[in-house]
C-alpha cells in the first residue's frame, strides 16, 4: 500500500500492511491508524490525502500471520523500491519512521539503542522522526514511557501542523 505524489511535505515509512489493510486497499485503514492520527494531529481524511501526505511500507505487502501477530515486512522491497519512490517525494521535509523496521533501515547506526531511546532523541535524527509501532502494543510503551505523550506528541503535532498549513 503505497500513497505519493510529489507535493508531500509528510512522508511515514511503517512496517507492511496488516491483513485489514491489504482486504481494503487503503493504508493505514485499521485501528493502528486511528492511533497515528491520533498521535499526529492528522485527520483521516488528511492521512490519506497523497497531496499532503506520503505512505511507503517498508514491505509493500501483507506477510502473513506469526504467533503474536504479523511476520515481518519482506526484506526485498525497501532496498528495490525506496529510493525510487523517495527520489519522487522532492517536498518531503519531515519523515516518521514508524516502527523497529524502519529505524533499522533508516537509522542503522542506532542499532545498538533500545526504541525507547531512539524516540526520546528523535531530535538528534531530524527530518527522520522515530516512533514506535502504533499497535495495541504501543499502549505497554506508553505506559513505561509516559514522556512520550508529555512531550514527544506534542512536538510531533507541532511540526506537522507547521507542514500542513
Not at 74 to 84: G, L, N
Not at 111 to 131: C, G, I, M, Y
Request: aromatic share 10%; hydrophobic share 40%.
Amino acid at each position: 500500500m503505497v500513497q505519493i505524489s510529489s507535493t508531500a511535505r509528510i512522508l511515514i515509512i511503517g512496517q507492511a500492511p496488516g491483513s485489514k489493510v491489504h482486504a481494503s486497499g487503503t493504508p493505514w485503514d485499521d485501528r493502528s491508524g486511528d492511533r497515528l492520527c491520533d498521535w499526529t494531529g492528522l485527520t483521516r481524511d488528511q492521512l490519506h490525502d497523497p497531496a499532503m501526505v506520503a505512505i511507503v511500507p517498508m514491505g509493500f505487502c501483507y506477510p502473513g500471520k506469526a504467533s503474536g501477530g504479523d511476520k515481518p515486512p519482506r526484506k526485498e522491497c525497501a532496498p528495490q523500491w525506496h529510493e525510487r519512490v523517495l527520489q519522487a517525494l522532492p517536498e518531503a521535509r519531515l519523515t516518521l519512521l514508524v516502527g523497529t523496521y524502519a529505524q533499522a533501515y533508516y537509522l542503522p547506526e542506532t542499532k545498538h539503542l533500545s526504541l525507547a531511546d531512539r524516540v526520546a532523541n528523535w531530535h538528534t535524527f531530524l527530518p527522520k522522526f522515530p516512533l514506535p509501532h502504533p499497535s495495541w502494543r504501543s499502549t505497554i510503551f506508553m505506559r513505561d514511557n509516559p514522556w512520550f505523550e508529555a512531550e514527544v506528541l506534542p512536538e510531533l503535532r507541532g511540526r506537522i501542523a507547521q507542514l500542513i498549513r
